[in-house]
T-cell receptor, first 111, second 112 residues
Framework: GENVEQHPSTLSVQEGDSAVIKCTYSDSASNYFPWYKQELGKRPQLIIDIRSNVGEKKDQRIAVTLNKTAKHFSLHITETQPEDSAVYFCAASLNDYKLSFGAGTTVTVRA | DVKVTQSSRYLVKRTGEKVFLECVQDMDHENMFWYRQDPGLGLRLIYFSYDVKMKEKGDIPEGYSVSREKKERFSLILESASTNQTSMYLC???????????FGSGTRLTVV
């Protein structure tokens, strides 16, 4: 099955700085890459996703990039704010209904 | 807005007990999933179902079974609870992955 690795496991940034989380996947046939945000005590929620036929996607302060050749994708958060503090999970899908998740990155935004 | 409801937020059970975790979704999603979440291990797939009465093993099915008798309900069963099954259990549903999952709020199960 698909194996997704996520780095770093923890990330501390100063408010206003950028944060970058990187994930690699094992199966070149994977074609869908979502990112989830889980605030403390809450359920994971989809924040952005990208398909394999797209190299980059942006939504306000967050963006995702995909490098199919290298089999890695990244989440970029610009101008970080305290409400960006959360655990972020990347995921990859080989087919259209099952996701394999990374281990998660705990992001802390320092005021 | 899609709602995925898990029957219990917190649960404490004794070793050896049979445990039922219930999940209900209200958006006619075909796919339903059970994950467990442990620190440093992320979300690991236990079982999933892509249709009524259909089920497939995920990455860590040992010690668990599932039931999907109706489209909106997906139950996770711990046949004989053990302490290593203490975890956060998350249910999710989707039409297709391309639209992402919707997760339930989770059930924190403690087996003593």
């Amino acid at each position: 099955g698909e194996n997704v690795e996520q780095h770093p496991s923890t990330l501390s940034v100063q408010e206003g700085d950028s944060a970058v989380i990187k994930c690699t996947y094992s199966d070149s046939a994977s074609n869908y890459f979502p990112w989830y945000k889980q605030e403390l005590g809450k359920r994971p929620q989809l924040i952005i996703d990208i398909r394999s036929n797209v190299g980059e996607k942006k939504d306000q302060r967050i963006a995702v990039t995909l490098n199919k050749t290298a089999k890695h994708f990244s989440l970029h958060i610009t101008e970080t704010q305290p409400e960006d503090s959360a655990v972020y999970f990347c995921a990859a899908s080989l087919n259209d209904y099952k996701l394999s998740f990374g281990a998660g990155t705990t992001v802390t935004v320092r005021a | 807005d899609v709602k995925v409801t898990q029957s219990s937020r917190y649960l404490v059970k004794r070793t050896g007990e049979k445990v039922f975790l219930e999940c209900v979704q209200d958006m006619d999603h075909e796919n339903m999933f059970w994950y467990r979440q442990d620190p440093g291990l992320g979300l690991r797939l236990i079982y999933f179902s892509y249709d009524v009465k259909m089920k497939e093993k995920g990455d860590i099915p040992e010690g668990y079974s599932v039931s999907r008798e109706k489209k909106e309900r997906f139950s996770l069963i711990l046949e004989s609870a053990s302490t290593n099954q203490t975890s956060m259990y998350l249910c999710a549903s989707s039409f297709k992955v391309a639209r992402g999952y919707t997760f339930g709020s989770g059930t924190r199960l403690t087996v003593v």
